[in-house]
Structure formats: structure tokens, C-alpha cells
């Protein structure tokens, strides 16, 4: 117990006496975090607005006109089973008459003697999926079924829609991944200066008979000081220029920006432990070897 | 027991030293003489294992060179203290600091370090000074505070290599007294030095090292 309150007075006393590379290690993480931060937004309300197009797709099922009703029933029951499939709703020859005579304002038999309107049935997809949404699958399986006479949907549309956001998520992905890489290398950097300046305590530690992890401690705490401190900037700057940046996108197309600020601060600062506890560990790792 | 058993360690430069037999009991206080450059404190940093011997082994208790594995190492170094030349104080610390560091690494309770830290600076003759930092304090001192540091873990061997570096000549005659009651208290003491004149006379056993090779009187 005691040997922990040393660890970590030691830790936070190295905080003081290296305030530059505590500043240049602080403000190296507040500056990928408030990068990294951005970018996870971006992506989290570009997830929304897929999420809203999705909920547009639409695959209408035209039947033959032989077909019962209740076979219709079934089938479609069957189709709420494929895989992707949200939810269907059934369009009978009766509803379909029903909807001409709203949007036309006049009886079908009236007009052609008998009700010439196929049933039919609308197929919405899962919303919620990071993954490619391919819809083809989904198209032939409908089209298998010997009740089906016709099947439109908008596939190039939906395959353009989809094709931008599989590259979005790519693109977003490799530059977090590249940030984090970059900010684990600049605190290891940043952590090996203080290493460096601290070079003799290491040594007499080591003459001492400290373990590896004992040296190690230190150092590791004070980068995830580090590490913390700037999350706490980052989530900051992040917070008061998505509230400002909300304000306005809500006057000029009342449209909010989606965030919500625990979760933000919760995944900044865990990145940021977890960027720091790499970088440090790697520096002081790689000094002690 | 410290044994050495046809040790060889050679930098790579060429230079270091070869074919040392030697052993060392528990009580004794055994003095390394020999010129500069001819492998003193090589020899002692063989014993705490920063050096591992090319050829032959290095024994000390139940730790043996030729098998132990680089993390038992720190475990061995606890049952050692070290006044070295080069081993300064901290700068960064005070001198209650300084000597209280070997006793968190052991992982000891906050007020037994006051105790212990207190009790041994009184040892040497520095007590009042805890909250000295290094540079407060004179070379003699700080080479008091260095004995301190080694003794405070109440460690089974003290390695001391030229302990009375700058240091006058009564001065080192007091240190060396205060080492001797260390021994007589139980601990090995290997003591490296160049000055002959120090240590004649005083019943010690004394290892001659001469480039690279002992010669035992
Ligand atoms: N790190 C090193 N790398 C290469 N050669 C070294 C190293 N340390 C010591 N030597 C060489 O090994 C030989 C023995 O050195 P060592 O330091 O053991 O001598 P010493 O007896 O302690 O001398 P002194 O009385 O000057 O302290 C010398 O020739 C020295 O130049
Ligand atoms: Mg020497």
C-alpha cells in the first residue's frame, strides 16, 4: 500500500519537474484526441444520416394474380425471416385498391370493371449495420419464390449510397488508426526526454534491486497524467465548439449535431490511457533493454 | 558466501578480467587492492551480477550466474548495499529521501522507513540533516550519506569501491572504522581500493588484482 502512494507520488512529483515535456506530451495528446475526437463525430452523425437513407430503402414485391391471400401471408411471414430484413408490410389487392381510390379519387372497377392491382408488399432493411448493405442477397432470395411476378427497388442508388459510405468508414478508420499510432510514438518520444533527464534515478533504482515494473511505474503514471490531462482539454475544446457548431447548424437547417458528452469524454479519456500507457511503457521499456 | 569460479569477463575492448578463483565467507572483510586499471571494480560488478562472467560463475548464496534469469537479478541487488564512486546522491531529493529509496523499493511501511532512515543516519554521524539536499552538504558528508544509503537496508554485503575517493585522511580512517563495525555486526564487506597505506595493518584480509588476475597474499 505504502509502496503504491510512492509509485504515484513519484509519478505526479515527475509531472512538476518536467513541466516542458509535460506540457509538449499534454498538448501532443489534446491535439490528436481533439482530431481524433472530430473525426469520431463526423463519423457518428454520418452514421445517422445512412441510418436515415437506409429507413428509405425500399423493396416492393409485386404478386401473381392467381396467388391466395393466404399463401401471400405466408410468404411474406417468409420474408421477414430473411436475413436483413426489418419489416415488411403487405399491400393486399383490397389496400391497393383502396390507395388508388385516395390518390386518384375514383373506383378502379368503376373505371376497368375488375381490380387490375396486383397485392403487393414492402421489404424495409436493417438500419443499423457499419458493414457494407447489400440488398442483391436479399432481392434473389424474394425472387426465388414462385408467388413473385415483380421486384423494384432502387439498386443503383442504393448501391452508390452504400458504396460512399464503405469508403467514408474505411478513410475514417485509417486516419484514427494513424493518429493513434502517431501519438503513441510522440509520448514515447516526449517520455524518453524525461527518461533521459532522470537517468540516474533509473540507475540507482537498478543498483537498489528494483524490479522492471517498479522503474517502470513512475514513469507510466506520469504519462497517463499526461494522457488524462489532455483528454480533459480535448473533450473541452470539443464540447463548447459542438455546442456552438449545434447552435448554428440548428438556426441555419434545424438540424442538431449528434453527440453526447459523457460518452465523448469517456472514450477520450480511455483513448488517451490507453495512448499513453503505450507510449511511456514503450519508452521507458525500451531504455531499460 | 561470494564464490568465484574461474570468472572471465572481458569487454569489448579486450580488456577486463580473467580466470578469477576467490571465495568469500560471510564474516569477512576483505580488502581489493591493485592499480588503477586492473580490474577492481570489474571484479565488484561481477558480484552484484551487472557484469555475468563469460567464462566460470559467480556465486553469491543462492544466486548463481550461469542460471539466473535477468528479473531474479533485482533480488539479489536487495541483499546488497553499494557505496560507489559514481553511485552519487540524487540531486533532486533530500538526503531523508535519498537513503528512504532502497527501503520503498523493499516495499516497507511509510513509518518504519522514518524510523529505519533516522536510525541509520545517526550511524554516520549525520542525523539532523535529513532535509539537507546533496549539494548542502560537504564531500565528506555526502560520502557518510552514501554509507548510509548502503547500510540501511541492513544489507547481508556491502560492496565499497574506493569509498574514501576524496576524502582526508582521517576522514577515510573513520569510515573504514565504521565499515568494521558493519562487519562485526555480521556483514561481508568487499572493499576495492588503491591506497595500501589505508588498509595495512588492520587484520583484513587483502586480494591483490593486477591486470585482470589475483594474486592472494
Ligand atoms: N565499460 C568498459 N568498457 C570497456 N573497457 C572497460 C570498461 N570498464 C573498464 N574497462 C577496462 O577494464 C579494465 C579494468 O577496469 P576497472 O574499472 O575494473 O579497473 P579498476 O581496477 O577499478 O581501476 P580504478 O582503480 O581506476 O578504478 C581497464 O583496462 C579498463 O580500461
Ligand atoms: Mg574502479
Not at chain 1, 513512475?218 to 489532455?230: D, N, Q, R, S, T
Not at chain 1, 465523448?264 to 480511455?270: A, F, M
Not at chain 2, 511501511?109 to 549539494?135: H, N, Q, W
Given at each position: 500500500?505504502?509502496?503504491?502512494?510512492?509509485?504515484?507520488?513519484?509519478?505526479?512529483?515527475n509531472?512538476?519537474?518536467?513541466?516542458?515535456?509535460?506540457f509538449?506530451?499534454?498538448?501532443?495528446?489534446?491535439?490528436?484526441?481533439?482530431?481524433?475526437?472530430?473525426?469520431?463525430?463526423?463519423?457518428?452523425n454520418?452514421n445517422?444520416?445512412?441510418?436515415?437513407l437506409?429507413?428509405?430503402?425500399?423493396?416492393?414485391?409485386?404478386?401473381?394474380?392467381?396467388?391466395s391471400?393466404?399463401?401471400?401471408?405466408?410468404?411474406?411471414?417468409?420474408?421477414?425471416k430473411?436475413?436483413?430484413?426489418?419489416?415488411?408490410?403487405?399491400?393486399?389487392?383490397?389496400?391497393?385498391?383502396k390507395?388508388?381510390?385516395?390518390q386518384?379519387?375514383?373506383?378502379?372497377?368503376?373505371?376497368?370493371?375488375?381490380?387490375?392491382?396486383p397485392?403487393?408488399?414492402?421489404?424495409?432493411?436493417v438500419?443499423?449495420?457499419?458493414?457494407?448493405?447489400?440488398?442483391?442477397?436479399?432481392?434473389?432470395?424474394?425472387?426465388?419464390?414462385?408467388?413473385?411476378?415483380?421486384?423494384?427497388?432502387?439498386?443503383?442508388?442504393?448501391y452508390?449510397?452504400?458504396?460512399?459510405?464503405?469508403?467514408?468508414?474505411?478513410?475514417?478508420?485509417?486516419?484514427?488508426?494513424?493518429?493513434?499510432?502517431?501519438?503513441?510514438?510522440?509520448?514515447?518520444?516526449?517520455?524518453?526526454?524525461?527518461?533521459?533527464?532522470?537517468?540516474?534515478?533509473?540507475?540507482?533504482?537498478?543498483?537498489?534491486?528494483?524490479?522492471?515494473?517498479?522503474?517502470k511505474?513512475?514513469?507510466?503514471?506520469e504519462?497517463?497524467?499526461?494522457?488524462?490531462?489532455?483528454?480533459?482539454?480535448?473533450?473541452?475544446?470539443?464540447?463548447?465548439?459542438?455546442?456552438?457548431?449545434?447552435?448554428?447548424?440548428?438556426?441555419?437547417?434545424?438540424?442538431?449535431?449528434?453527440?453526447s458528452?459523457?460518452?465523448?469524454?469517456?472514450?477520450?479519456?480511455?483513448?488517451?490511457?490507453?495512448?499513453?500507457?503505450?507510449g511511456s511503457?514503450?519508452?521507458?521499456?525500451?531504455?531499460?533493454? | 558466501?561470494?564464490?568465484?569460479?574461474?570468472?572471465?569477463?572481458?569487454?569489448?575492448?579486450?580488456?577486463?578480467?580473467?580466470?578469477?578463483n576467490?571465495t568469500i565467507?560471510d564474516?569477512?572483510?576483505?580488502?581489493?587492492?591493485?592499480?588503477t586499471?586492473?580490474?577492481?571494480?570489474?571484479?565488484?560488478?561481477?558480484?552484484?551480477?551487472?557484469?555475468?562472467?563469460?567464462?566460470?560463475?559467480?556465486?553469491?548464496?543462492?544466486?548463481?550466474?550461469?542460471?539466473?534469469?535477468?528479473?531474479?537479478?533485482?533480488?539479489?541487488?536487495?541483499?546488497?548495499?553499494?557505496v560507489?564512486?559514481?553511485?552519487?546522491?540524487?540531486?533532486d531529493?533530500?538526503l531523508?529521501d535519498n537513503?528512504?529509496?532502497?527501503?520503498?523499493?523493499?516495499?516497507?511501511?511509510?513509518?518504519?522507513?522514518?524510523?529505519?532512515?533516522?536510525?541509520?543516519?545517526?550511524?554516520?554521524?549525520?542525523?539532523?540533516?535529513?532535509?539537507?539536499y546533496?549539494?548542502?552538504?560537504?564531500?565528506?558528508?555526502?560520502?557518510?550519506?552514501?554509507?548510509?544509503?548502503?547500510l540501511?537496508?541492513?544489507?547481508?554485503?556491502?560492496?565499497?569501491?574506493?569509498p574514501?575517493?576524496?576524502l582526508?585522511?582521517?576522514t577515510?580512517?573513520e569510515?573504514?572504522?565504521?565499515?568494521?563495525?558493519?562487519?562485526?555486526?555480521?556483514?561481508?564487506?568487499?572493499?576495492?581500493?588503491?591506497?595500501?597505506?589505508?588498509?595495512?595493518?588492520?587484520?583484513?584480509?587483502?586480494?591483490?588484482?593486477?591486470?585482470?588476475?589475483?594474486?592472494?597474499?
Amino acid at each position: 500500500m505504502d509502496k503504491m502512494m510512492f509509485l504515484l507520488s513519484e509519478g505526479v512529483k515527475n509531472l512538476w519537474r518536467h513541466k516542458l515535456t509535460a506540457f509538449t506530451a499534454i498538448f501532443s495528446i489534446f491535439l490528436t484526441l481533439s482530431v481524433a475526437g472530430s473525426l469520431m463525430i463526423v463519423g457518428q452523425n454520418t452514421n445517422k444520416i445512412i441510418e436515415y437513407l437506409r429507413g428509405k430503402y425500399k423493396i416492393e414485391v409485386f404478386f401473381n394474380e392467381n396467388v391466395s391471400d393466404k399463401q401471400i401471408a405466408s410468404v411474406v411471414e417468409e420474408f421477414n425471416k430473411i436475413n436483413g430484413v426489418r419489416s415488411t408490410t403487405l399491400i393486399s389487392k383490397t389496400d391497393a385498391g383502396k390507395i388508388f381510390k385516395s390518390q386518384f379519387g375514383e373506383n378502379i372497377l368503376d373505371i376497368v370493371g375488375y381490380n387490375p392491382l396486383p397485392a403487393s408488399c414492402v421489404v424495409n432493411v436493417v438500419q443499423y449495420q457499419i458493414e457494407k448493405m447489400n440488398i442483391m442477397p436479399i432481392v434473389e432470395r424474394i425472387k426465388s419464390y414462385p408467388e413473385v411476378d415483380e421486384v423494384q427497388y432502387q439498386g443503383r442508388l442504393i448501391y452508390r449510397i452504400e458504396t460512399y459510405y464503405q469508403k467514408f468508414v474505411k478513410i475514417m478508420t485509417v486516419l484514427l488508426i494513424l493518429i493513434l499510432i502517431i501519438s503513441v510514438f510522440i509520448i514515447s518520444n516526449t517520455v524518453r526526454l524525461t527518461i533521459i533527464a532522470k537517468k540516474e534515478l533509473i540507475q540507482a533504482l537498478q543498483l537498489i534491486g528494483a524490479t522492471r515494473s517498479f522503474v517502470k511505474a513512475p514513469f507510466v503514471i506520469e504519462g497517463v497524467f499526461h494522457g488524462l490531462i489532455g483528454a480533459i482539454l480535448a473533450s473541452a475544446l470539443l464540447i463548447v465548439g459542438l455546442e456552438i457548431g449545434s447552435g448554428i447548424t440548428d438556426s441555419v437547417i434545424k438540424l442538431k449535431i449528434q453527440y453526447s458528452p459523457f460518452i465523448l469524454v469517456g472514450i477520450l479519456s480511455s483513448l488517451s490511457v490507453v495512448i499513453s500507457f503505450l507510449g511511456s511503457s514503450r519508452a521507458i521499456s525500451k531504455f531499460l533493454k | 558466501m561470494i564464490r568465484l569460479d574461474n570468472a572471465s569477463y572481458s569487454y569489448t575492448n579486450g580488456s577486463g578480467i580473467s580466470n578469477i578463483n576467490l571465495t568469500i565467507g560471510d564474516d569477512e572483510f576483505a580488502f581489493i587492492i591493485g592499480p588503477t586499471g586492473s580490474g577492481k571494480t570489474t571484479l565488484l560488478r561481477m558480484v552484484y551480477m551487472d557484469l555475468l562472467p563469460q567464462v566460470g560463475k559467480v556465486v553469491v548464496d543462492e544466486f548463481d550466474s550461469k542460471i539466473i534469469k535477468s528479473r531474479k537479478i533485482p533480488f539479489l541487488r536487495r541483499k546488497i548495499g553499494m557505496v560507489f564512486q559514481d553511485y552519487h546522491l540524487l540531486d533532486d531529493r533530500n538526503l531523508f529521501d535519498n537513503i528512504a529509496l532502497s527501503l520503498h523499493v523493499l516495499g516497507w511501511a511509510k513509518d518504519e522507513i522514518v524510523d529505519r532512515v533516522t536510525e541509520s543516519l545517526e550511524e554516520v554521524g549525520l542525523d539532523g540533516k535529513d532535509d539537507r539536499y546533496p549539494e548542502e552538504l560537504s564531500g565528506g558528508e555526502q560520502q557518510r550519506a552514501c554509507i548510509a544509503r548502503a547500510l540501511v537496508k541492513d544489507p547481508d554485503i556491502i560492496l565499497a569501491d574506493e569509498p574514501t575517493g576524496n576524502l582526508d585522511p582521517v576522514t577515510s580512517f573513520e569510515l573504514i572504522k565504521l565499515l568494521e563495525e558493519v562487519n562485526r555486526e555480521g556483514t561481508t564487506i568487499i572493499m576495492a581500493s588503491h591506497d595500501y597505506n589505508l588498509i595495512k595493518g588492520r587484520g583484513h584480509r587483502i586480494i591483490e588484482i593486477q591486470d585482470g588476475s589475483v594474486r592472494q597474499s
